[in-house]
């Protein structure tokens, strides 16, 4: 299919996605509350209530073995406070990326866990990143997760035209927004980007997004891009790094921007690891 015959409008891509789970723009509202040490519980709480899937979600998880539930909870109010605000952050992530990421992309050829996995993992990766910076992990966590949320859009426009098929032949992070921009006239990375900018996030979550066509050449929020940029290298690679291999242009970049030696990127890549897979186990109890 010729781009011609598919050029996405962005008010329409705009139009479309209000049809995607609120759940993502709820976990940018409660990251912020549980950053404020001042915050009630029952405030935290209600928030949650807004979505029902989201509190029927948390209340599973915490109830599971993972946390060594041997009594049930049937209201949000205890189970955020049996597992206490230093937990409720990594539980939303995993809940949110169940409830708004876990589904295929036949149009980039994407199974439903392949997705959800990429999205909990760049939110991991952007966790302990900023976390072995010195900075703050909400709003990169949440760039993380959301960082793939213009291919979901994408996606559900071309359904909303009737088509099914498989449209970009490729993975890679490296070719893959040149093919979406020959075939749909936009990359994932400005249909994401506009539409969290739609929804009122901030700007320092939607453009470190936009930002990664050329990293380099950010010109705002450059340690947040940094962190993505970072962040999506080191989960396409933790599986298989290799300490001898000189690294690309953009990562260079990243690790000068955030002041990491090189020589520190093994013990990072595998506490990204170790991250991904504790994750994994809570996700496993969603589906």
Not at 156 to 167: A, M, P, T
Request: net charge negative; charged share 20%.
């Amino acid at each position: 299919m010729s781009s011609e015959e598919i050029q996405i409008s962005v008010p329409l891509l705009l139009e479309f996605s209000s049809n995607l789970p609120a759940s993502p723009r709820i976990f940018a509202r409660l990251s912020k509350l549980i950053e404020n040490e001042d915050t009630g519980l029952d405030y935290v709480a209600s928030i949650v209530k807004m979505d029902p899937s989201l509190a029927a979600h948390i209340l599973r998880v915490t109830n599971s073995a993972y946390y060594g539930s041997a009594i049930k909870l049937n209201d949000i109010e205890s189970a955020i406070a049996r597992i206490g605000f230093n937990e409720v952050h990594k539980v939303l992530s995993v809940v949110i990326a169940h409830d708004s990421f876990y589904q295929a992309l036949p149009v980039y050829g994407v199974t439903a866990t392949e997705y959800a996995d990429d999205c909990i993992a760049i939110a991991v990766a952007s966790e302990v990143i900023s976390m072995k910076v010195g900075m703050d992990m909400n709003a990169p966590c949440i760039t993380g997760l959301l960082h793939g949320i213009g291919k979901l859009a994408i996606n559900l426009y071309i359904e909303k035209l009737g088509k099914s098929s498989r449209l970009i032949e490729t993975q890679s992070r490296e070719i893959i927004h040149r093919e979406e921009r020959n075939t749909f006239g936009i990359t994932s990375l400005k249909a994401g980007s506009e539409l969290l900018k739609h929804w009122q996030f901030e700007s320092e979550i939607w453009l470190p997004i936009r930002q990664q066509n050329d990293p380099v050449r950010a010109t705002n929020y450059i340690l947040q891009t940094a962190i993505l940029t970072l962040a999506l290298w080191g989960t396409d690679n933790f599986g298989a790094y290799n300490s001898e291999a000189s690294l690309p242009k953009n990562i260079t970049w990243a690790l000068k921007e955030l002041n990491i030696d090189r020589s520190d990127v093994p013990s990072l890549m595998d506490e990204i690891r170790f991250e991904f897979n504790d994750r994994q186990n809570l996700f496993s109890m969603l589906i």
